[in-house]
């Protein structure tokens, strides 16, 4: 069973931080990339990070850019996004999901079920 499930997600105000977890099961990591998205309520889903299969390579939205950093623990089957400074326009339900082809941009055949973010005082 191929399964993605986000986890970390809650209640921040802004300026705080959160850490997110992409937990993996039913498949190797190592050959997977693992992309962040997120949705926000009368918004599209947009990507926010992504982090490559071969080399680790690392990439970020822009709006996140500084604030946000993606990492992954193939021994534990899990990637991370950590959140830094967190603003009210970051609140959205966060997804995970995993890349087959390894590479970030390819098509993500697996989805996670989301974790809500939500930055507000």
């Known amino acids: 069973q191929l399964q993605l499930v986000e986890s970390g997600g809650g209640l921040v105000q802004p300026g705080g931080s959160l850490r997110l977890s992409c937990a993996t099961s039913g498949f190797t990591l190592d050959y997977y990339a693992i992309g962040w998205f997120r949705q926000a309520p009368g918004k599209e889903r947009e990507g926010v990070s992504c982090?490559?299969?071969?080399?680790?390579?690392?990439y970020y939205a822009d709006s996140v850019k500084g604030r946000f950093t993606i990492s992954r623990d193939n021994a534990k089957n899990t990637v991370y996004l950590q959140m830094n400074s967190l603003k009210p326009e970051d609140t959205a339900v966060y997804y995970c999901?995993?890349?087959?082809?390894?590479?970030?941009?390819?098509?993500?055949?697996?989805w996670g079920q989301g974790t809500q973010v939500t930055v507000s005082s």
């Open positions: 982090i490559s299969s071969s080399d680790g390579s690392t």
């Open positions: 999901a995993a890349a087959r082809a390894g590479l970030c941009g390819d098509e993500y055949d697996y």
